[in-house]
């Protein structure tokens, strides 16, 4: 079993808003998630923040990643991804009404993962405030 491959397997079925059922399988039961970033405070599971990513994809349009760089520290178990997320406030259920404005925000996804090649802890570092300034979330 190729623990990275599943992380990148995690990765792509995430950020592709897949949802939780394509990205279950590959994550331990209640396995954690940190983000120390205000919109992700309350997230405290993987599962819990796959939802919170497939909520902000239904009001975003044109969501899309490029990711840059990946790589898995075999004596950690931990697979790092460096991407860029797009995307456009077009939808009703954000903050305030529909901004037409297009973030383009750069993350980091740590994925520690267990002997049988499944996500037991996420964290997420990301600059939150730069991505809801340029939404036109907050000034």
């Known amino acids: 079993m190729n623990l990275f491959e599943n992380a990148q397997k995690f990765f792509h079925n995430c ?5 939780w059922d394509t990205c279950k399988d590959l994550v331990a039961e209640n396995a954690p ?3 120390q ?5 309350e997230i405290k599971t993987v599962e819990e923040y796959v939802g919170w990513m497939l909520g902000f994809g239904a009001i975003t349009s044109g969501c899309s990643y490029e990711l840059h760089s ?31 404005k297009t ?3 750069h993350y980091v996804y740590s994925l520690k993962m267990n002997d049988e090649g499944k996500i ?13 300034r340029e939404l036109g979330w907050m000034e």
Request: charged content about 10%; hydrophobic content about 35%.
């Open 37 to 41: 970033c205000e919109p992700l405070l």
């Open 15 to 19: 950020e592709s808003l897949k949802g």
């Open 70 to 100: 990946s790589s898995f520290d075999e004596a950690n178990n931990t697979a790092l991804f460096f991407a860029t997320y797009t995307a456009t406030h077009t939808g009703e259920g954000g903050p305030v009404p529909p901004t037409n």
């Open 33 to 35: 998630f940190q983000g």
């Open 120 to 132: 037991v802890s996420m964290t997420k570092i990301w600059n939150a405030p730069w991505t809801l």
């Open 103 to 105: 973030t383009n925000a």
